[in-house]
């Protein structure tokens, strides 16, 4: 195996806020302590938000801070072939479904999750039959693809009881160590969007593996994720990496900041005269 493997993985849907530089040293400093490799993701899956001059700025934020990365940069936009393939997997084993609702008709169905904190789309009551499904694909109706946790639930059998990660950092609850993964804290996830042929939750499990990182360091806020990561790193036979959650930076009346707070961005701070050492203090 590798050394050890982490990665930054930004959306270049804005610029970097506080949160995320933290996120970055967290794991850069991960790998140098670790004498191991850093990489860095561009998760632009949603082509409309993410822009060129955001992915330009955050390689130039990133480097200010002073970190380096691997070359070439992999940039999920490119690479939406690849995310079928691992798609199409999933719909072979039969735990994918169409979900032709609108977004007001999830809402309206949405449920507790089961030990989870918010609400979750839980799947529909009642399948679709395949003539309605033949009528609407028919009608050009737009779909997403749905993971059906009762399939997969199916196909796991008895590895379903088993599913678990090995957690460095802590959960929200302090949780670290050999964690049990629940996927239905998140419910029937969208694994393909109507208007992405893709999502995040397959773009980053497919690219973990790829690109063979093995401890993934990242904020607490994604802990519930990696519930569902656990699940489809299991599907798809990609092995589980270990999870390092660190906590979110807070901002000085202690709200948690909001991931595009201009205020808060990089970008600011640096115009506004603060040097990489102050910024890493601030940070680490
Ligand atoms: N692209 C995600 C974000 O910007 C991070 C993904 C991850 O670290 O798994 O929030």
Known sequence: MRSF?????????????????????????????????????????????????????????????????????????????????????????????????????????????????????????????????????????????RLSLAAA????????????????????????????ARPEILGDVILARKDITTSYHLSVVHDDTLQGINHVVRGVDLFESTHMHVLLQNLLQMPTPIYRHHGLINDDSGKRLAKRNAAASLHTYRKQGLNRQDMHQMLL
């Open 5 to 145: 493997v982490t990665r930054f993985a930004p959306s270049p849907s804005g610029f970097l806020h506080l949160g995320h530089a933290h996120s970055a040293l967290c794991a850069f400093e991960a790998a140098r302590t670790a004498a191991g490799h850093f990489v860095l993701r561009i998760e632009d899956i949603d082509t409309v938000r993410c822009r060129p001059e955001f992915e330009a700025a955050i390689f130039e934020d990133l480097r200010w801070l002073g970190l380096s990365w691997e070359h070439p940069v992999r940039r999920q936009s490119e690479h939406f072939d690849d995310y079928a393939k691992s798609l199409k997997r999933l719909n072979d084993l039969g735990v994918l479904y169409r979900c032709f609702k609108t977004r007001r008709e999830v809402m309206a169905d949405m449920v507790r999750a089961p030990h989870g904190v918010g609400e979750v789309y839980a799947g529909p009551a009642n399948k679709m039959s395949t003539a309605e499904e033949d009528d609407r694909i028919g009608a050009g109706q737009p779909f997403a693809w």
């Open 153 to 180: 639930r199916e196909v796991l059998c008895t590895n379903w009881e088993r599913l678990h990660f090995i957690e460095e950092g802590a959960g929200p609850d302090g949780e670290q160590g050999k964690i049990t």
